[in-house]
């Protein structure tokens, strides 16, 4: 149980006018959540207090060597005005998992509950109001040491941040075009591509905008082997319903473990589908799209819940996805764990935890 000190602002923000225009993680809320930890003390002097900029030294280790792991979660309003988040224990848990790859301390998982409930709850008239939309939040945690020295620090920064944030994609749940990358590789067996740091997004970007530049909205990575096998989207696990079963990569290290595709696997089974977790070469996908077996392609994260895919490009060649259009699981999988999510659908599963 952590003992979190609260300095309220002095100088609350005005909280927009017009939901509909918020984007997605531009806008931050008063109050930020930060601890410290040091070597021999542990973590210590939690504290919520006004956001603002961290002043860091210059030689500060995260700059150099990007010791940096980080989470995304949200804070969701029910129609009743509860404030409820979801499944915030995976999320820790995987901040541990990150953080044990990354050579970093862990965080109790009530600690870690904890701190972002207090933040979110001293934060709650800042969770939106319209649908779709809701507070984003980001806990991350950076080396502190101020050493150019290569090593685990010894000191690092755990923080707790909040945006209200609208639906992610513009273009809403319209389907998106997708790059599959055949020259980049974003992670590979023993790297870190199981861990949500900030280093394998930096290694990504190159992709993501080489792919933008051809008119797609994001990259399928293959495996970092073979580049012969599916992995995940750029920051979302990805789906593919073929001749009525549902495929997608095993979490075996070189894939991040979504909260969104383990909670879409487990509705999957309930319903009676038959899900494969392993590989699936991108030829085979390309085969099924060929045979008119490619019903259905999605991709799957906490920012965005759901993102049909209407196609696929690889080595020239385009895979298109049923009629363009979302298809009928895609859909039912986005109203359901939504419904869960704003509380319009009972929690069966045990799966939101209010914020009190
Ligand atoms: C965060 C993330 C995901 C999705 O995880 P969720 O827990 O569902 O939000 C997928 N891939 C990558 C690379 C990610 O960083």
Avoid at 78 to 106: I, K, Y
Wanted: proline share 6%; hydrophobic share 40%; charged share 25%.
């Amino acid at each position: 149980m952590l003992n979190i000190t609260v300095q309220k602002t002095a100088a609350p923000k005005q909280k927009p006018a017009d939901e509909k225009a918020l984007g997605f993680g531009k806008l931050f809320t008063d109050h930020m959540f930060l601890m410290d930890y040091t070597a021999g003390q542990g973590w210590h002097d939690a504290r919520i207090v006004p956001y603002g900029p961290l002043a860091m030294d210059p030689a500060t280790s995260v700059f150099h060597y990007a010791q940096e792991i980080f989470e995304g979660m949200k804070a969701y309003r029910t129609a009743e005005g509860r404030v409820q988040l979801f499944r915030p224990d995976c999320n820790a848990q995987r901040f541990n998992d990150s953080a044990d790859r990354m050579g970093m301390p862990p965080i109790p998982v009530e600690d870690f509950i904890q701190a972002v409930k207090a933040l979110v709850d001293l934060e709650r008239d800042w969770v939106p109001h319209s649908d779709g939309a809701s507070l984003y939040i980001r806990p991350f945690c950076i080396a502190t040491d101020i050493s150019l020295g290569v090593h685990a620090a010894k000191s690092y920064l755990f923080a707790v941040i909040c945006s209200p944030s609208g639906a992610y994609y513009a273009e809403g749940l319209d389907p998106v075009r997708i790059y599959v990358e055949d020259e980049y590789i974003r992670a590979a067996p023993g790297l870190t591509g199981f861990c949500k740091c900030g280093g394998n997004y930096a290694a990504s970007i190159k992709a993501g905008e080489k792919a933008e530049e051809l008119g797609f909205s994001q990259v399928l990575w293959l495996d970092g082997v073979e580049k012969k096998y599916v992995e995940e989207v750029g920051s979302m696990n990805i789906m593919f319903k073929i001749d009525g079963k549902i495929y997608t990569a095993a979490c075996t290290g070189t894939v991040l473990p979504g909260v969104t595709r383990r909670s879409i696997i487990e509705l999957l089974k309930d319903w009676g589908y038959e899900v494969i977790e392993g590989p699936l070469a991108v030829a085979d996908v390309m085969k099924a799209a060929d045979e008119g077996k490619l019903e259905e392609v999605f991709g799957t994260g906490t920012a965005a819940v759901i993102s049909p895919v209407k196609e696929l490009d690889w080595e020239g060649k385009a895979a298109l996805i049923g009629d363009g259009k979302i298809g009928p699981l895609t859909q039912k999988l986005y109203d359901t764990l939504t419904g869960i999510q704003w509380g319009r659908l009972p929690d069966e599963k045990g799966w939101v935890v209010p914020v009190e």
